[in-house]
């Protein structure tokens, strides 16, 4: 039984995701089956083979230099076994040609393209000698030439797509394989091809090339199928397999206009009726498609376009339809029928779809945002038309991560490891690919609701806006999703990913990847992303929740390591929100309070430093503060047998804590960060005192975050200084006003000498640095030593990459 198309199709649609095995199925263009006219110069074909797809044939050129009735479908009086396109010019000169071009509705690839019959001969009555030009246009409209040739012994290569019959005065017949080439176009998709068939160089100015004919064969197309699941691109509602619909990783935005109007009856070309639609979002366009409403009773008069911001024109129709009523269509590209062709009143329901008579893709690569112009003219008189309505639907590229593969082609759309598969599903109830699509539709059935699947939830855990699978950081904790991501015991991680790292065709950083660069597997083998419940590919930062830790809090990363019975400066390393400090330290350090194992004190208003008038005790039930300081000591109770320290650290269970302490773009801050690309991002602190008089004010502060910052990236500013803010090694304008020394504390000595200076000006990377948790002093100049009072004192503590 010859298989075809369809149930290949359905075969291979279980086959491809099961194994992961690339297999989108070649169809054929068969002249014998599409068929041509004698003499026509055009031919317009859908569903060619099946395929879904649609193929124009045009030929262009000196196309009154053909014989009569050509060109036409001929077998060679049955000595070729299929019909070809025989094309049977009779030229003047070398400088003359016909053209001969296929476009398809989607982008294709092209193999055992063949012409036959490529020879010379000049016996003094026959004097020819063909040439045969190849190029096609891939999806950005470059050039593309043949790859992949077999020539005949009399035919050469003259490069950039052209073959030549050799001057050997051979007059060959179309079966003989010494006049016979094969090319193919299969480097890369293109939406068109064409040949041009003129004289070589065997025939000069002077001479009559006459009686020149070739034959060109059936050829073999193929649609994109990039996840290799026998569904092309086109017709995949899922085309990377991740189990996210491509309508949710590349939204159309849609503008209406309802304004109605009268298009003037034979106003054409200067009186016409415009509509615009505004485009706010700055993109780069992928794909156009547009709704128009019109009432016309001759449809015929109606030339209409689409003008984008750039200026593109395209066109949607121009005099089609006669004397048929309305233009209410969908015009879409990909598309079967063309509005050229239909010949019908248009009063949907149902919904009409057809390609222009233009090509919206000349719209692709353009930037979006501006306004869009609908153009409607009539060019006869007698009947006028009324807009009604129109909706443009624009998609732009959408490439969250900027690695060139667009989110809908890409299993890792925010390159952090993690794919996108098990991103956009909860960790305790994840699902894994079931590798069967029952409907062919190119959705996994596990996700597809058609067939007892459940679509992907897409959660958004930090709840910033921003869905797991194209966030960074999902818990917003500060701590990229790449570094508690993937298993390090497993993965050769490397993070960030950036632009130095390598990124695999599908999208996958290449040591998450095991190198493959495939979509046979979406989830890159995490069947079981939950470390709670049997999976090993993912960390885990606590235990039994039933969630892995690029979806925890992890503020409990950071950790203090402290001196038993000695006073130390101590910080909290993210939002801790309304959690007590009992509930946040009582696991680690023991019970609270003064005949217990440890107690914390904070600042009154004195600011003095002195224990006795300067700091209260904190009640059990009390909160902390991102970016303060507090006194605190510990007793032995807790402490480890080896090191004698104990470790404070945060109860992440506790409920209450909201993750990464708020953070701004640097650029909110004048003066910040200007010329240092170690941060981006800046926690703005202004609850520090106005300086005294004839005190020094002993502030104490602290790291707010589960990362180390380094102390010269601190920035200071007060009301004198304009709110502009200047680095801790600025002597100039900082130290003016405080000192520009920190000072940290870890000792039983609460005198001067059991304190450490923290020195600014050390290298980033090299010298001092406040981790997380450590709590410091800042230092508030005294009046009478700086000459004038500081109000509105205020620092920023930059968030480190």
């Known amino acids: 039984m010859k298989r075809t198309y369809h149930n290949t199709m359905k075969w291979l649609t279980v086959f491809a995701l099961w194994t992961g095995v690339s297999s989108a199925y070649s169809a054929t263009f068969d002249w014998s089956s599409t068929g041509w006219n004698d003499g026509d110069l055009s031919g317009s074909y859908t569903d060619v083979d099946g395929s879904g797809i649609n193929i124009t044939v045009a030929v262009t050129g000196n196309t009154n230099k053909f014989n009569s009735g050509y060109p036409k479908l001929d077998d060679s009086n049955g000595n070729l076994n299929n019909d070809h396109l025989m094309e049977y010019p009779d030229y003047d000169d070398n400088t003359q040609s016909v053209t001969t071009t296929f ?287 129109a909706q443009l639907n624009i998609t732009d590229i959408q490439d969250n991560d900027g690695d060139g593969i667009e989110d809908y082609l890409d299993l890792d759309s925010d390159n952090d490891g993690i794919p996108d598969n098990v991103e956009a599903q909860s960790t305790g109830s994840y699902t894994a690919p079931s590798g069967t699509d029952t409907d062919g539709d190119g959705l996994d059935d596990a996700y597809d609701p058609d067939n007892g699947g459940t679509a992907v939830p897409l959660p958004d855990t930090d709840g910033n806006g921003i869905r797991d699978n194209l966030d960074s950081d999902s818990d917003g904790d500060g701590i990229t999703d790449c570094e508690e991501g993937l298993n390090g015991n497993i993965y050769n991680k490397a993070c960030p990913i950036d632009s130095s790292s390598t990124i695999n065709a599908n999208g996958v950083v290449d040591w998450a990847d095991n190198n493959s660069g495939g979509y046979g597997s979406p989830n890159l083998g995490i069947d079981k992303p939950d470390p709670d419940n ?111 320290k104990v470790t404070m650290k945060l109860d992440e269970t506790v409920s209450g804590i909201t ?79 405080v000192e520009q020394y920190f000072y940290a504390h870890d000792d039983t000595d609460l005198t001067s000498t059991g304190y450490i200076a923290l020195d600014p000006n050390s290298t980033p990377g090299f010298g001092d640095a406040a981790d997380p948790m450590l709590g410091f002093w800042m230092l508030i100049k005294d009046d009478a030593v700086s000459g004038t009072s500081s109000t509105g004192n205020a620092i920023t503590y930059p968030f480190e990459k």
Not at 112 to 139: C, E, H, P, T, Y
Not at 206 to 229: H, K, L, S, V, Y
Not at 573 to 585: E, V
Not at 689 to 716: A, C, E
């Open 103 to 389: 476009k398809f509705s989607v982008p294709v690839k092209l193999s055992s393209l063949i012409w036959r019959d490529v020879d010379a001969m000049n016996d003094g009555n026959n004097l020819f000698d063909d040439k045969i030009v190849v190029s096609a246009k891939d999806v950005d409209g470059n050039t593309v030439y043949p790859n992949n040739a077999t020539l005949g012994s009399d035919i050469q290569d003259d490069g950039n797509g052209a073959y030549e019959a050799k001057n050997n005065n051979a007059n060959y017949s179309p079966t003989d394989a010494a006049a016979t080439f094969q090319i193919d176009l299969d480097s890369t998709y293109v939406t068109e091809f064409s040949y041009t068939y003129t004289s070589g160089d065997g025939i000069s100015n002077n001479d009559n090339p006459t009686g020149q004919a070739t034959w060109f064969d059936n050829f073999n197309f193929e649609p994109r199928d990039t996840d290799g699941d026998g569904v092309p691109d086109f017709k995949d509602i899922d085309d990377d397999n991740d189990g996210i619909l491509d309508t949710v990783e590349k939204p159309a935005v849609s503008l209406s206009n309802t304004n109605s109007g009268t298009i003037p009856d034979d106003g054409y070309p200067n009186d016409c009726l415009d509509r615009t639609f505004t485009m706010s979002k700055t993109g780069v366009v992928s794909n156009v498609t547009i709704d128009v409403d019109i009432d016309h009773t001759w449809r015929g008069d109606l030339v209409v376009s689409l003008i984008s911001p750039n200026n593109t024109s395209v066109d949607l129709t121009s005099d089609n339809g006669g004397g048929y009523d309305n233009l209410k269509v969908l015009f879409d590209d990909s598309a079967s029928g063309t509005i050229t062709d239909y010949n019908a009143d248009m009063n949907p329901p149902p919904q009409i779809v057809l390609r222009p008579e233009g090509t919206l893709s000349a719209f692709n690569g353009e930037d979006s945002s501006g306004t869009w112009t609908l153009h409607m003219c009539d060019d006869a008189s007698a009947d006028e038309g009324t807009f009604n309505s």
């Open 534 to 644: 049997g999976g090993t590919k993912l960390e885990d930062e606590i235990t039994g929740n039933d969630e892995a830790a690029y979806r925890e809090i992890l503020c409990g990363k950071a950790q203090r390591e402290l001196t038993p019975f000695n006073w130390v400066v101590v910080s909290v390393p993210c939002d801790t929100g309304s959690a007590t400090i009992s509930d946040l330290f009582g696991t680690s350090l023991g019970t609270y309070g003064d005949n217990d194992n440890w107690v914390m004190y904070r600042q009154n208003t004195q600011y003095t430093g002195s224990n006795s008038n300067d700091m209260e005790e904190m009640a059990a039930t009390d909160t902390m503060v991102p970016g303060k300081g507090y006194w605190l000591i510990v007793d032995d109770s807790k402490k480890d047998a080896n090191t004698g």
């Open 659 to 737: 993750g990464q302490t708020a953070m701004d773009p640097k650029s909110n801050y004048g003066g910040v960060g200007t010329n240092d690309d170690g941060f981006d991002e800046v926690m703005g602190y202004n609850n520090l005192p106005d300086s005294q008089n004839g005190i020094k004010s002993k502030v104490m502060i602290g790291n707010p975050f589960v990362r180390t910052i380094h102390l010269g990236r601190i920035y200071y500013s007060n009301d004198t200084l304009g709110q502009t803010y200047y680095p801790m090694t600025d002597a100039t304008h900082t130290g003016t006003y």
